[in-house]
């Protein structure tokens, strides 16, 4: 039987995989995995939920409080807030843990469910299959005064904008500012957010119906927010995705700048100021070599990681560092947070503008983006991929030729039967010749054979 959980949690069409019933068994699972036993002092185990503002994210909630409720845990219901609003809220609240319902990026139809241990932790793998292995035992089904509570966290949104104005190392007055938050979770914080912090703010993508998470706005979709920028001649724009734990940013010329570069121009500020641990910036894989290179000749270190936030942070709570990322805007500022909080990365890079005077197109300018290139090779052998000795050879053979102005990056897919051939080079011509031929030779040496009629 596959595994449940993916790498963000239980993910899936709603009513489709991710149904109320589900939805409910995986609520009491936890409760008795995370819930742990009643205090001391005879209270219950405290839970908090909270979800983007998905159609389909009402009845989930409603079945994870009431799976939750009905084995013994109290439920502090957060109700519409950003994922990392979620994970900052069980460590300030104490928490025994967090539930987060929410598809991220993904269309409207589809939702997730995550969970959030006590301090606001992604759970490691082991815990989840804990979790999945319970679902197949019979829940716990308290009675009388021992049942949960289900109550509303009424300053829920409050406490998490005074956290994040608390980080904020210069006030944002002077500056104007596009917020686009995806018809998502970010609706409502993210302006209040700038606003207290001193910007004339213009908002987007802020009137979430149920149903238009997403859909042509937030960072996955950048062309709404770069037109409103350049027409309200504003300093820079921001953009979330559904959930808000992702940020990309455009300049005043309508140019986007992606999460290498964002976390270029903030490892850059924190070196300066003396609070970047140790000079080490942790990335994946598909960060960009500009940005390495850029912070190598600034004396800062990159660690490198396989793709996924949940192993960039890992990487960060193994050496004590304490920002890392992703291209994709996944920023994760571990004094502050303990996942990835596009809030927080919107405000802090905004900041970075208002306290140099240097406009965002500026501040970017610290990397130079090589041209980077990527196919996918369907319908091949992927376990092959890294034993293969044709392949290998010419891989060596790209890399030597490329040297210290470009790199070759293959990746199976972890869930289809493709390897992604990426390449980067000083130039775009020499990054599409090597990548089209390196295509061809993992097409060569690794294509099934195509079965008999």
């Known amino acids: 039987m596959s595994r449940l959980f993916g790498t ?6 709603a009513n489709g995989l991710l149904t109320a019933e589900l939805a409910m068994q995986l609520a009491q699972a936890a409760a008795v995995v995370l819930g742990h036993e009643r205090s001391t002092d005879g209270t219950r185990p405290r839970a908090v939920v909270a979800r983007d503002p998905r159609a389909s994210g009402e009845f989930i909630s409603a079945a994870v409080s009431a799976g939750l409720s009905s084995s013994g845990i109290d439920v502090y219901d957060a109700g519409v807030l950003p994922t990392p609003a979620a994970a900052y809220l069980v460590a300030d609240l104490n928490a025994d843990f967090g539930v987060m319902i929410s598809a991220s990026h993904n269309p409207a139809p589809d939702n997730g469910i995550k969970f959030f241990a006590r301090g606001g932790q992604k759970l490691p793998d082991e815990v989840e299959d804990a979790i999945e292995a319970q679902m197949g035992k019979h829940p716990v089904r308290p009675t009388g005064s021992d049942v949960g509570r289900i109550q509303t966290f009424s300053d829920a949104e409050d406490r998490y904008i005074v956290h994040l104005l608390g980080t ?17 979770a970010a609706s409502g914080c993210s302006p209040q957010l700038f606003n207290d912090a001193g910007a004339e703010i213009v908002v987007i993508g802020a009137e979430p119906d149920g149903l238009n998470i997403n859909d042509g706005v937030g960072s996955t979709h950048l062309g709404a927010l770069q037109k409103a920028v350049v027409e309200h001649g504003a300093d820079l724009g921001i953009a979330h995705d559904g959930d808000a734990d992702r940020c990309l940013a455009i300049d005043h010329e309508g140019n986007e700048v992606d999460g290498d570069q964002i976390m270029a121009i903030l490892a850059l500020a924190l070196k300066k100021s003396g609070k970047l641990k140790d000079n080490v910036l942790v990335a994946t894989v598909m960060s960009n070599l500009g940005l390495k290179i850029a912070l190598r000749n600034a004396g800062i270190t990159i660690r490198e990681t396989a793709v996924g936030d949940r192993y960039v942070l890992e990487e960060m709570r193994d050496g004590g560092y304490n920002l890392g990322g992703e291209q994709s805007g996944h920023v994760i500022f571990a004094d502050h947070a303990t996942t990835g909080d596009g809030l927080l ?7 970075q503008v208002a306290l140099t005077g240097k406009s965002l197109k500026e501040l970017a300018t610290v990397m130079t983006k090589l041209p980077q290139l990527m196919i996918n090779v369907k319908n091949v052998d992927k376990a092959r991929a890294g034993t293969d000795e044709g392949v290998l050879a010419a891989v060596a053979e790209a890399s030597a030729e490329l040297g210290e102005t470009g790199r070759v990056l293959l990746r199976p897919s972890g869930t289809e039967a493709l390897v992604r051939v990426m390449v980067e080079a000083a130039d775009m011509p020499t990054a599409e010749r090597i990548c089209k031929h390196l295509a061809a030779v993992v097409e060569n040496r690794l294509s099934k054979p195509t079965p008999e009629a």
């Open 8 to 13: 963000d949690g239980v993910r899936g069409l």
């Open 168 to 184: 904020l190392p210069h006030r944002l007055d002077g500056l104007k500012v596009v917020l686009d938050c995806a018809h998502g």
């Open 345 to 351: 990365t919107g405000l802090q890079l905004a900041a």
